[in-house]
């Protein structure tokens, strides 16, 4: 049955991101392009689903992090580190650097390819090189 509730948020999730618009790296990329603001090519919709995303966690956290464990899991999984090293500096700027570039994040590229996307495709390949890539490097230091 939780694979099914799971499987049900997950589409809720994908569904809510293609009617943002965040599926299409055109619309990303209009978004996160300031210097169009000038121009008047600046799309700032996106602002609007960052807001809600940002709203809709804050106020979940709350009531969630209020229960002694998750609906489906043994316990809660948060970060214990308290201080900032390479790696927690560095993934975000990765991640920012790839959806600039792109235009995709792995949340929206994922459910991309459900349309057949071939730059979603040529993402996706990209990031599972790259997460590999990562795992390969911390096992070796």
Request: proline share 5%.
């Amino acid at each position: 049955m939780s694979i099914l509730i799971q499987f049900v948020i997950g589409v809720t999730f994908g569904s809510g991101l293609v009617v943002a618009g965040m599926t299409n790296p055109a619309k990303v990329l209009n978004f996160l392009d300031f210097a169009a603001i000038q121009t008047g090519g600046w799309d700032p919709s996106l602002a609007f689903v960052l807001a809600g995303a940002i709203a809709v966690t804050f106020i979940g956290f709350k009531f969630v992090l209020r229960r002694k464990q998750p609906i489906f899991a043994e316990k809660f999984h948060l970060p214990s580190a308290k201080e900032l090293d390479l790696r927690i500096v560095a993934g975000p700027a990765i991640f920012g650097i790839g959806w600039g570039l792109a235009g995709f994040c792995p949340g929206p590229a994922l459910t991309a390819l459900s349309g057949g996307s071939l730059s979603a495709f040529q993402f996706g390949g990209a990031m599972l090189i790259g997460m590999v890539s990562a795992r390969w490097a911390t096992n070796r230091v």
